[in-house]
């Protein structure tokens, strides 16, 4: 279900603000679930991005499921007040039949965890809950408190790509964070400062899809799906020599082949990368 | 609890012992191997699978990329890469591991009733994972590193001789070394394969001198070992991007009169 239809599911459900809605069987393909929330006096779009693959839903199916994302989208034509909570949400998959999922608010800033018990069909997020229905998604959220992130009314602007890129990066890097945190073999607070650096300056590239990678040799490593063809692997070490402060290790690959592999200043690269890319 | 695991290595034995698809054993009507450049030459789209012990997601990247610390144990082990080569052998049969004696090198002239020999060795591998490659990308690549003059008399000779010169800046040699994919059958599956780095002497790449690499060594790789250098590029610029999640279903079969002998 892509954001537009669980718009147009959310417009018919004028019985149930509190409505959202997502096929499972989306689910089952790979597709992320779009989630639509509406609120009493505001009403909050969060948009959850979902990486599934088929065999953690369905332990028969096939594993490799492609894995699709959607950005966020404004939704701001059905509601009496409006407030817009753009969240990126993420499952991340563990051995068991337990989900977790983070969501983040515009300004990204954590508001919680949840988890979701498969087999049970449930899902609690402070007082919330989901359940599992016969191929449908819903999502009660009477009681979760999701503060307005402004006044009413107030016309906002849609997030930049930067804006979009930096929460992408930051989803990403968590769920990796999450499963590879002891690859990190220096300060790990020290690492998420580099981190976030590092996520500031690469969320100005204009890129179509990111991975965020944690390496066994104490290195983050970002791979930048520029477009169809082109890719940038930069990959940065936590604890890096004192020559190599500034500098990132990075490779360009075109069409699956690497062109160029050369350590440089990140700010340098990402500079000539973005000329390179927009020339 | 050690009464559950031998129950449970009982039935995993017993597991292989009847699902083993005895049909990758190598018969003794079998050439001891062939040359993989032969097959090459017949231009079809071969393939090669090769077994992560990690789940799919462990193993790849959202972009359907291999992960790095999914396939790399140890420098030492980029040349000799075990794979198979997909045909006969199905991408099914990953789950079956041949350790120990099973492993070996089948030795045609003396190894005999493999089956009944080796069978108690064979291990079923839950969690595996295919990682496939075309057999194109992986044979015949050549690999860039650099090799100072002054390591080895033979060597600079040979460098010195070249009928074409290659580069030589501040008695450092710039070369080139080869990637093969070799056919080594083993004792309990004939389309085992190897992945492995031949240098600009066409010498197999020995020991490197490292296991594994620190990053600043790795933001500085030209200037390392020059054995390290050729391991490590073989293993991200081949090993690691040339990598895929899948690469289709039907795969050719090499022709009986490459493996049959006369």
Redesign the interface.
């Known amino acids: 279900m892509t954001a537009i239809h669980a718009q147009q599911y959310l417009a018919n459900q004028t019985h149930n603000p509190f409505a959202v809605c997502s096929k499972w069987n989306d689910a089952y393909n790979g597709t992320a679930i779009s989630a639509l929330t509406n609120a009493t006096q505001s009403h909050a779009y969060i948009l959850l991005y979902k990486?599934l693959?088929q065999?953690q839903l369905l332990k028969n199916a096939k594993?490799?499921a492609p894995?699709i994302e959607e950005k966020v989208k404004e939704v701001t034509d059905f509601a009496t007040t409006e407030f817009t909570l753009s969240g990126i949400g993420s499952w991340n998959?563990s051995?068991t039949d337990t989900f977790e999922m983070s969501l983040e608010d515009d300004s990204l800033q954590y508001l919680d965890t949840v988890a979701f018990d498969f087999e049970n069909g449930e899902f609690s997020f402070e007082d919330a809950e989901f359940s599992f229905d016969d191929g449908e998604f819903i999502f009660d959220y009477e009681d979760l408190l999701l503060e307005p992130l402004v006044a009413q009314e107030k016309i906002y602007e849609k997030p930049t790509y930067f804006d979009a890129n930096i929460q992408l990066i930051k989803t990403?890097f968590d769920k990796e964070y999450l499963?590879?945190s002891n690859?990190i073999s220096s300060d790990k607070e020290q690492a998420l400062i580099k981190v976030k650096e590092l996520s500031k300056e690469i969320a100005n590239v204009k890129f179509e899809?990111i991975?965020v990678?944690l390496?066994?040799?104490?290195?983050v490593k970002f791979?930048i799906?520029v477009d169809s063809s082109k890719?940038l692997i930069i990959?940065s070490?936590f604890?890096?020599?004192k020559?190599?402060q500034d500098?990132v290790?990075f490779?360009l690959?075109i069409d699956?082949?690497?062109v160029i592999t050369e350590?440089l200043n990140l700010t340098s690269l990402l500079d000539g990368f973005n000329k390179y890319v927009t020339a | 609890m050690a009464l559950i695991n031998t129950l449970q290595r009982k039935i995993n034995s017993l597991w292989c012992r009847c699902t083993y698809p005895k049909e990758i054993i190598p018969s003794s009507n079998y050439v001891q191997d062939f040359a993989i450049d032969s097959l090459v030459a017949l231009g079809h789209n071969y393939c090669i699978v090769r077994r992560s012990n990690k789940?799919?997601?462990?193993t790849f990247?959202?972009?359907g990329?291999v992960?790095?610390?999914a396939i790399?144990e140890s420098l030492r082990r980029v040349h000799g890469n075990s794979m198979n080569l997909l045909g006969y052998f199905k991408t099914k049969y990953i789950c079956y591991n041949q350790p120990n004696e099973a492993g070996k090198n089948w030795v045609k002239a003396t190894d005999t009733n493999l089956w009944e020999t080796y069978r108690s060795h064979l291990s079923f591998i839950r969690k595996s994972?295919p990682i496939f490659y075309n057999l194109k990308d992986l044979h015949r690549k050549p690999i860039p590193y650099k090799r100072p003059l002054s390591t080895d008399k033979e060597f600079k000779k040979f460098i010195e001789n070249l009928p074409i010169k290659a580069k030589v800046e501040g008695g450092v040699a710039f070369c080139d070394g080869i990637s093969h994919i070799v056919h080594v059958p083993t004792r309990l599956n004939y389309w085992h394969i190897e992945f492995q780095i031949q240098d600009i002497q066409g010498k197999p790449l020995k020991k490197t001198k490292n296991e594994?690499?620190?990053?600043?060594e790795?933001?500085?790789i030209d200037n390392q070992h020059w054995q390290d250098q050729l391991a490590y590029k073989a293993f991200?610029?081949i090993l690691v991007?040339?990598a895929k999640?899948?690469i289709g279903t039907i795969f050719p079969e090499v022709p009986s009169s490459l493996y049959i002998s006369e």
């Open positions: 990486q693959k065999n594993v490799n894995v998959s051995d990403k499963k590879y690859y899809n991975v990678e390496s066994p040799l104490n290195t791979k799906k890719m990959t070490p604890n890096p020599s020559d190599m500098n290790f490779s690959l699956g082949d690497i350590v | 789940s799919a997601d462990d990247d959202d972009f990329q992960r790095e610390d790399l994972t594994t690499l620190s990053v600043d790795i933001m500085d991200i610029e991007t040339k999640q899948s």
